[in-house]
C-alpha cells in the first residue's frame, strides 16, 4: 500500500458514495512528475542547462542536419511559449551553443542552429538523460514499459477530448440545442 492507495481508503471510509479510482491514476502521475522533475533538473545543472534550455537543444537535434529552425516552428514544437523561445535563444546563443543564421531566400526569416559545441553538448546531455531514464524504470519491463505508454498516450488523447468537448463555445452551443 503506497501514499496514494492511503488517501483512497481513507475517502472510501469517509464517502462510501463516491469512487475516488480516478485518484489512483492522477495522484500518481502527480507523484510521479514531483519525483522526476527535480532529478532531471539535477542532471541538467550538470552540463549548465535549464529544461527549457534543453526542450530547445533536444528540438533542434531531433530535428535533423543542419539542426536549425525557426523560433516560430520551435514554439509549434515545444514546451515553450515564443515569448520563452526568444528569451531562450538568447541564452542559449550567449552560451555559444546556438547561432541565428538569416535565410538566404528571405532575410526577415531568422534561424535558430546548433552550433558544433550545442551539438555536442545535446548529443552528451541526451546520453545522460536516457541512462537516468532507463534506470527510473527499471522495475519495468519492456512490455511493461510499452504498455504503460500506450496507456498514457490514451489517458492524455481522453483528456484532449474532453477538453475540446468542454470548450466554452461547446458548452454554448450544448445549452442553446437543450434550451430550444
Partial sequence: MDHVDGILAEWRVERPDLDP???????RI??????????????????DLTPASFDVLANLRR?????????????????????GITFRLDRLESDGLIRRVRSSKDRRVAYAELTPVGLK?????????LRQENALLALLGPRERTELAKLLAKLERSI????????????AGKQNRSAG
Fill in 21 to 27: 479510482s480516478p485518484m489512483a491514476v492522477f495522484g
Fill in 30 to 47: 502527480s507523484r510521479i512528475a514531483g519525483r522526476s522533475a527535480p532529478l532531471l533538473v539535477q542532471l541538467l545543472e550538470k552540463y
Fill in 121 to 129: 553538448r545535446i548529443d552528451k546531455v541526451m546520453d545522460a538523460h
Fill in 160 to 171: 484532449v477530448e474532453f477538453r475540446t468537448a468542454d470548450a466554452p463555445s461547446n458548452r
Fill in 63 to 83: 530535428g535533423g542536419a543542419p539542426y536549425r529552425k525557426t523560433p516560430t516552428e520551435l514554439a509549434a514544437t515545444s514546451m515553450l511559449s515564443s515569448g
